[in-house]
Every structure is written in structure tokens, then in C-alpha cells.
């Protein structure tokens, strides 16, 4: 094995998070040098240097983005198939019914714990904001009636979904080997995506050292409020709003069962942060409990995919979060359209790493954000995911297990 081959497979056997960390620290490190040093010049090159890679990572986002979308929605809609087990349908009005909720909760933290964001170019972007919920819904409607090519060229994430789920729609009824094809499309975008991940911590390393340089301590300070926000609204989420749902639909006490799950899946999937890695977990966790295996078999692969309270609480901060820095009025009107787009576009998450942050563009299109913000909205994701991402991920993955569990009973 040649050298670079053997730098790189070590490079992937270190755990994303410890990568992303480190990234984190040695950018703070980098961009304190910048502050501490202002007149040299060997510092200013090499900060400069390193911050190139902040403005890469972000490139590659906005480049694989707008097709994620696009893909992966197309292919849910043409590939998933709705059996006919027992309670199925009350398990998909859950996982429908606490996302919608979680993208609330988190639209409600937002307003109610503030955040500003450290993004460049926020001066040019506050010039062509929305002065009201009428310009979102037209800028909204037009958006959505674009031509899906100039959707996917300029990002325009309103139009990528119309047309996503129209093609999808339309192509439900086509052969196995069209379904085989999308499925292979989105497995392949998935791997792209994947790729460009592991990029992420030089990437974060660039973005940190540019925000620390510029603003000091103040960047990193804003990192903790958002990541404070952030797993706050998740954990009120994950033992307040879904254990109600849990205990009217059973109409028992959901604490032991929030337990369990959050013990045996949710340790889990902390730790793999990939809701689709956490599968085999999940299954045999449903078996152990006894669940109907007509039932989990279908629902835990189908909520690894639709069932993201977390991702829905990230989307809509985040969201708000750009708002907020660009200095933008969010009516009451604009705030429930995002609690949909957020929680539809949670639906959307890939089952991988960081697979809630492709889609935030789709919510902060609602106020007319531009691609270029939104892509730095992610790269600040990726740098609080070393925390964030763990807790949505062992959300998203332990509530599939509770929510079936919660059918399997009401309907016994």
C-alpha cells in the first residue's frame, strides 16, 4: 500500500467526531494566533491558508446539495412501500404527528433563546430579505413553478422539492427496474455526500479559524449558545412531547418504554450517528420486546428514514438562527410554514452523519436566504454536530423503537 493510501485509511479509522473536534480546536487555535499576531506575516499566510479549506467545504455543499434533495426525496416517494401490517398506520401518524411537533419545539426555542450566527457576507443578504409572510408565498410560489434544471442550478430548494415530489408521484406506479435505478441513484449521492463528510473536519478547521480571527471569543461563544439551544430543545423533546404522545396512545405510563429505548437504541446511535446504521439495533430491540415482527420489519427501516424529531428541532434553529442574523421579521405566518418545511424536510434526512444538515437550505429558502448563507448555516452545523448530531441521532433512532412499540400495544 503506497503512502498517501495508508495516511488515508488511518485518517478514517479515527472516529468522525475526535476528527471534527479536532478540527474545531486546532481552527480556535489558528484563529487566536491570528488576533494574538496580527503583524506576522508567516501567521496571516498560513491562517489564510488553512481558511481556504472552510471556503472548499462549503463549495462542495452547495455543489452535492440541491441533487441530495432532489434524489433522495424523488426516491422516497417512488420507493417506499406501504404494506399492511398491524398498526402500521397508527405508527406512521406518530412519526408524522411528533416530527411536526419537534420542528414546533424547536421554532419556539428559537424565539424564545435567540441566536446569531458568525457568517460572512450578512450585509449583502439583508439588503433583498422578505418584508412579510405575502412575499414568502409569493417568492414561494414562483420558487416552486421554476424549471427543475434551473432549480437544481441555482438552488432553489422550493422548486427541487415541487419537482421532486411530483416526479416521485408520478414515477410510484413504474417498473422494478425504474425503482432499482432511483435506488441506485440515491445510494450513489449518499456515498458522494459521505465522501464530502470526510472532508468536513479541515473544512470545520477553515471555518472556525476565519470566525475566531474575526470575531474572537464572541464565535466561539455563539457555537455554545446554539449547541445549549439546540440540546435543550431535543431533550425537551425526547422526554417531554414524545412520552405524552407515547401515554395517550397507550394510555400507560411511557417512562419505562422511553427508558428502555433510550438505553438500549439511543446509546447506540449516539455514538454511530447514523440512523440507518442503527437498524440492526433496533430490530433486534422490537424482537426483544416482542413486538410483531410483520410490524417492525416494515416501520424501523421506513422511521430510519420519515421518523427525524431530532432533525426537524435542527432544521427549524438553524433556520431561525440565519433569520435572526440577517436581521429578518419572522411573522406568525412564516413561522408555520417553517414548522412544515422544517419537519418535511427533516423527513428527507439521509440516515447518515450530518444527513439533517443538507437539507436546512429547504427552510431558510422560506425566507429568502440566500444559497451562499445557507451553506455557511451548514458549515456552522457540522462544527456544533460534534454534539449536536450525536443527541439528534440517538433521538431519531430510539423514538422509532418507542413509537412501534406504542402502536404494537394500542393495537394488541
Known sequence: MSLIGSVAKSYKEVNLVAR??????????????????PDSGFIAGFS??????????VAALKAVAPILVFILITTSFIVKD???AKGLKLVIVLYIVATLIASTIGVL????????????GVEAATNSTPAGLSDVIKTLLF????????????GNYMGILAWAVAIGLALKISKQGTKDIFNDLSDAITKIVQVVIQFAPFGIMGLVAASVATAGVDALLSYLRLILVLVGAMAFVALVTNPIIVGIVTKKNPYPLLFTTLKESGIYAFFTRSSAANIPVNLNLCKKLGISDGLYSITIPLGATINMTGAAVVIAILALSAAQTLGIEVSFGSALLLCFFSALGACGAG?????SLM?????????????????????VGFIVGVIQD????????SSDVLFTAAAHEATK
Open 20 to 37: 471534527i473536534f479536532t478540527g474545531v480546536v486546532i481552527g480556535a487555535i489558528i484563529g487566536f494566533l491570528v488576533i494574538k499576531f
Open 48 to 57: 489564510s491558508f488553512i481558511m481556504i479549506f472552510g471556503d472548499l467545504f
Open 82 to 84: 406501504i404494506g399492511d
Open 109 to 120: 426555542a428559537s424565539f424564545i433563546f435567540p441566536t446569531t450566527l458568525i457568517l460572512s
Open 143 to 154: 420558487n416552486i413553478l421554476s424549471n427543475p434544471f434551473d432549480a437544481i442550478a441555482k
Open 351 to 355: 440516515g447518515i452523519a450530518g444527513g
Open 359 to 379: 437539507l436546512i437550505p429547504l427552510a431558510t429558502s422560506l425566507f429568502g436566504i440566500s444559497n451562499d448563507i445557507a451553506m455557511q448555516v451548514i458549515g
Open 390 to 397: 450525536s443527541v439528534e441521532t440517538a433521538i431519531n433512532s
